[in-house]
């Protein structure tokens, strides 16, 4: 009877022991996007130059790396926070969703309800969602993530420079300072918890962006998630707490770089103490390039051409690194080009769901990121704008600048302790370049390569046709508007 009784239970305990790994394999993976602010391609340890990073490493991103895989050609929508964003959350060129530049305290527009986000997209498969960090697609309620498929937020609703405590105003009394810039809010949900962040408080927000998040996957390890944590830093003002505080030899900049490596390893071994990393993907990138003329405060896109606020590479092109273990290929690279409006559909296809019924631009990437033999780009080509003007495009190893002006440090050194150098304008004028032997975009060969120059001449004009340029004076037909107050 004894004998009876120990065989049915474990029998009893296999056949459990059988539904939980059966519900485990059925259930859909984990997503964890981590979106750096101003972040230059060469500021972590993957993509760091020879001789290493300038005093400060990033030993949790370094083994993300080596558990992953890196992305060296990895691209956004435009180097400027607002479009950035856009352009990762709803799949599209941020033209065709009609967010430009940076959102500020005065904006009254943001992100149309019409628009469908990836945390949206997650809710068709009863995902849990949240968003932690800087939001920058509209700060009025109607805007903000709760109204847009995250069902938690706490953050920073634009910029952290955007307060009266901006270099360009400190000259001014505080009545003047409040007219240009408001105090900066602090947003949990959809309400103000904090309506005057001051420097203090900015010292904790890496922080409390990582334990909220940490907080999150603990409180939903046993359903599907999706956390964004879209990182206040390393935007200028540069905050760091007590426990990077003097850490680096790099000054604050390293402090803080070495704070957001903390951060990544919070998240990354979160997940493992869970035994979620075997279906968790997690995404490592950066909105823009480095801020060049704050100097010291800002990273180095080293060894691309230029930085934030252009789309040359050093703006646009971004370090990026992924991490699945078991489904991305530990320890390896791809120089196949990809861009973050490429995440929607990569995460639809992921998870099974639905692409919103309107035109999005991004396509699957699964192969590339999965190591597929033989896998390619499902995009002939990328385009660059700025603003409204169409100023460069990517197919395979080329990049085709159009005439336009841009701005430049022109070797001169960047700003001091916070406070930046003016930038000088330059302009440049229908230029090609061979990214595979000058990714610097030094030596322009248009003249070399004249069917290379035509072809790609024909796709922008396409391109032109569907979202317009307003170089050319040319309206598209599929650029749609952002909401409206």
Known sequence: MLLCFVFAAIVHLSASAFVDVAAAADRPPNIVVIFMDDMGYADIGPFAPKGGLPGYTTPHLDRMAKEGRVFTDFYVTQAVCSASRAGLLTGCYNVRVGIFGALGPKARYGINPDEVTIAEICKQKGYATACYGKWHLGHHEKFLPMQHGFDDYFGLPYSNDMWPYHPNVMHLPMEQRLKRWPHLPLVDGNKVVNPKVSG????????????????????????????????????VPLYVSDKFKGKSKRGLFGDVMMEVD???????????????????????????????????????????????????????????????????????????????????????????????????????????????????????????????????????????????????????????????????????????????SDIGETTDVKDKYAEIVKRMQALADEMRKDLGDSAKKMTGTGARRAGQL
């Open 200 to 235: 203090k408080d900015q010292e904790q927000l890496t922080t409390q962006y990582t334990e909220r998040a940490v907080q999150f996957i603990e409180k939903n390890k046993d359903r599907p998630f999706f956390v964004y944590l879209p990182h206040s830093m390393v935007h």
């Open 262 to 436: 903390w951060s990544v390893g919070r998240i990354l071994d979160t997940l493992r103490k869970h035994q979620l990393d075997d279906n968790t993907l997690v995404i490592f990138t950066s909105d823009n390039g480095p801020w060049l003329s704050y100097g010291d405060h800002a990273g180095s896109a080293e060894p691309l051409r230029e930085g934030k606020g252009t789309m040359f590479d050093g703006g646009c092109r971004e370090s990026c690194v992924m991490w699945w273990p078991g489904k991305v290929p530990a320890g390896t690279k791809t120089a196949t080009p990809a861009m973050t409006i490429d995440i929607l559909p990569t995460v639809a296809h992921l998870i099974g769901a639905d692409l919103p019924k309107h035109k999005i631009d991004g396509k699957n990437i699964w192969p590339i990121i999965a190591g597929e033999k033989d896998a390619k780009s499902p995009h002939e080509a990328y385009f660059f704008y700025y603003g409204r003007q169409l100023q460069a495009m990517r197919m395979g190893k080329w990049k085709l600048h159009f005439p336009h002006g841009y701005r430049t440090m022109a070797g001169r050194p960047g700003g001091t302790g916070g406070k930046p150098n003016g930038y000088q304008q330059a302009k440049i004028d229908l230029a090609l370049f061979d990214l595979e």
